[in-house]
């Protein structure tokens, strides 16, 4: 088993012959099952699990309990050398240690057919994951077909009719996810990464300026205009109306501000508003115009709303713990995606990296260590497509799942070596092209090839 | 087009309104077409395409220019924004730089099933790739079925039945190479790599000792007993006829002297022979036993029979380069795999590095020149299977490629950039998940996930 399980107390099975195990019943103890809600940051997914002849017993509140019971059922059953399917008696009681636990896909970089998404909530919920960070858009396309401003994808996507989410894509994918107990958060990074927004909406970006004559170039999203705020609200309502969760991540990293100081108009307002040469004043006063639920951490640097979720990506390791020091001292709430870069590959076993590292090891109070509501994997698309993702993703996603579920205590890397090499070959089995940790082999290899 | 062509030579279609080929005829002009031969390391993979309407016309001596000929003009085609098959009038003649253009795939880390060695082999083609180093048996596992010795995978393969290669597997692959022109040279690497050997054959390895008692482990293969070198014979008579390529890849790699050293028996052989302390002698004295015609560089480094091809592997960009030009310089033939570690990755567009380097270019005369047979890409196992070596082998090797076909001129990196981002688009479309560069699409996604 991996990923999971806070006691896992094995215990052999009492019978000294062959037992066998006819039903397992899945009781929802909760008058309100939660069957048709969405899940959310407060859900509910603890279970109660007992493997005892002739029945066992999964118990939850809610669905989404039962859920991650079931998955834990599935791994807890193994196959002998004659090929027959066996489980141990055991009583397990589990919950995870974070409420928040994702993984980033970037659409915008490549294009990722919908079949690969799919395949990724899958592993996600076979791995105990309940967040799709969805990085939909950025600067080298627009992929997200928009009912209100079609002309975004229609000019801002690789191509306008293979290399976009329909309406409809999107539904499913959604629907996709909550079936499994994953909340789908799309990212829609403004006012930075947004080069293919401008080829769709004009005036959107800001002119960058070559001494005093517009250069052809642009920037940032023009936050002077007011069609910039109309835009952005029309924009962002039809976001809330077709994303269901109460996040939706507002990016705000890595605002290059040489076009915004590049450009007189943009000079005149900074004067105006008393910001003097500090243009992350003119970012927060953007994003705050924005109804912000989530964004990154340069927002927090810069000054922002409070009751903000700030998620943490930059920084050597001591750098991302004082940052979380910092953002949980103001008592804003936080999530960790520093050390779980997965898209920067390196040879050998990094996966060890990314299971040693704790979203609470940084120096605070309890108080602070409780504004952490977990963390994500992020796999950039620089270098991953269609071709590469789910086998770069996993199992070296499977160490963050572990980490970000199972108690604190889980820590020692041989153990969970042998726990992770056997889930990967699960994966393996059931479809998902997890690649292997070291020379070994699976009882039942990739066949998908 | 990647990896081919001499002289591109292209021409725009001459006629201003639409015109068509209708044919392409394909002219084997030698009396022996060599279609019912195997390829060789002599084989001639030299053709001339010339297209013009109505007809284009390919020629070449043996079917193996037919073959690279075909895929140079299946390249030519490019498809326009309305779907539809283009070509330009244009004039090839064109043979390789390099006779030996290899990729090494390792099947005993991670037992590799069939269906993704013909994946390998196609891609192969697709990049005009004429060798297939099968290192299929090493330390791990012993997944080769011998006839003679069965008990060597019986107990040596990670499984005796779902783990190894039968003889009519074997057949099989050599023969799906063949029709690509593609030689299959096999590495059963002794005396060291052979662990898995001694599971399944008693005393064939060097019994370890801990002072003045056997330690119970075991080391390189024994090479003072007379059993050792029936075996190997036998072994090598049944290799000699299931692989039809003139050329056994004999390994000779990383031997640990140190089981060697502890053993009594052998020190009193060594003792006998006037080896004194010098553990290679004992190597080279084993390997000379050998019937030996490809091995690793270290047999040269400790002396060896003329006649034999050496394989650079090892060191930095300058050790590699020494070693080339001391071997070159002894009269040996060589050929190049340290640049070309591609199991070794590294984040961001490492192909440019591998694109880099050239097997010619170390101090030398042009005498010196003429013993470098071309190179192999080395895709070793550690860390790859069937869940992820296409994609990290592909497009990678074909950096590799286009610099053991293609003249030696051709290094403009941005160039080769663009032109083998088409080319990993086009082999995903043919169904091959070769991985993205940087951030792009293709036209057509792949759609094997």
Redesign the interface.
Known sequence: MFGSVRKPGYVKSRAAGPSEISELQVWITSADSECDSYPSLTSDESYELTVDQPNAVLKASKVWGALRGLETFSQLVYEDAYGAKNINSTTISDFPRFAHRGILLDTS???L?I??IL?NLEAMAMNKFNVFHWHIVDD??FPYLSRTFPQLSQQGA??PY??VYTPADVKMIIEFARLRGIRVIPEFDTPGHTQSWGKGQKDLLTPCYSGTTPSGTFGPVNPILNTTYSFMRQLFSEISSVFPDAYVHLGGDEVDFSCWRSNPDIQNFMEQQGFGQDYSKLESFYIQKLKGYMIWQEVFDNGLKPDTLIHVWKGNQQQYKDEMANITSAGYHTLLSTPWYL??????QDWQGVYRADPQDFKGTEAQKKLVIGGEACLW????????L???LWPRASAVAERLWSAKEVTDISDAYSRLSMHRCRL?ERGI?????????C?H?????
Chains 1, 2 share one sequence.
């Open positions: 970089r490549h294009f057919p079949k690969v395949a080298p396309s690789y191509h293979t290399h898209n920067r590959i390196s040879y050998g698309g620089e270098y991953v497509d269609a071709t590469n789910t086998p770069r393996v092209p997890a690649e292997p940790l070291f020379t070994s082999f009882p290899e990739y066949k998908g090839v």
